[in-house]
């Protein structure tokens, strides 16, 4: 018995070092796993559940998600106001170049062959007048500058002629004068240059005035008369 003693010790340390060194790869593997999880948490990444399936970290999701969405915003915002830039110009452009063809093509002013008159009065009030003529010609060239500054009826003004009758110093006659082309002569009448559109463009003259101007004539807005010359 005492020959079997050393070989049964040899056995026994055998058993017992293999044992150690499963437990030691047992502990080893906890240790080995939660480094793994840590370092995967710290990197946003993917961590385990109870369960074994894998979710994505919500945190870095959302934070990843609302940045996304910002940049989409900002995005679409910048492509918004270009397209709003670009339909401005080209709706400027598109203005800018029909008055242009407006006033030089479709108005031709050597083709202005044919004429429409106006005549009518209103009654003026002045201070004492020492050159009825000079009063005369100041309303003359106050009718000529408000038809040729109206963006209707400019292009078709020729002339304005205004006179004192007699014995009424007070009452001051007038005379408007139109030209157009021929071709045109029917939707001009009846519309541009109609009674209704040359009395109202000097109507609204005379309510604009300013009556409590000093050394001014001043045209009393309800005497104004005016009617065409067929």
Request: hydrophobic share 35%.
């Amino acid at each position: 018995m005492d020959s079997m003693k050393p070989q049964e010790m040899e056995m026994n340390n055998l058993g017992n070092n293999h044992e150690k060194e499963e437990e030691d790869q047992q502990d080893a593997t906890p240790n080995a796993r939660t480094a793994f999880l840590q370092n995967n948490q710290g990197n946003g990444d993917t961590t385990p559940c109870s369960d074994g399936t894998k979710k994505p970290c919500l945190k870095s999701c959302f934070i990843k998600g609302k940045k996304l969405k910002k940049w989409i915003a900002c995005i679409f915002l910048f492509v918004i106001i270009a397209i709003v830039i670009g339909i401005s110009c080209a709706v400027c452009f598109g203005i800018k170049e029909y008055d242009e063809d407006d006033g030089d093509e479709t108005y031709d002013q050597s083709k202005f062959n044919q004429k429409q008159k106006f005549n009518g009065s209103f009654q003026i009030t002045h201070e004492p007048m020492s050159n009825e003529t000079q009063v005369l010609l100041d309303l003359q060239e106050k009718l000529a500058g408000l038809y040729k500054s109206s963006p209707a009826l400019g292009r078709f003004f020729s002339e304005a002629e205004t006179l004192f009758p007699r014995n009424e110093s007070a009452v001051v006659q007038y005379r408007l004068t139109f030209v157009f082309p021929e071709e045109q002569q029917a939707d001009l009448k009846k519309f541009t240059l109609s009674r209704e559109m040359v009395y109202n463009v000097f109507r609204q003259f005379l309510y604009d005035q300013d009556e409590n101007e000093l050394g001014k004539i001043f045209i009393e807005p309800f005497s104004l008369k005016m009617d065409p010359i067929h």
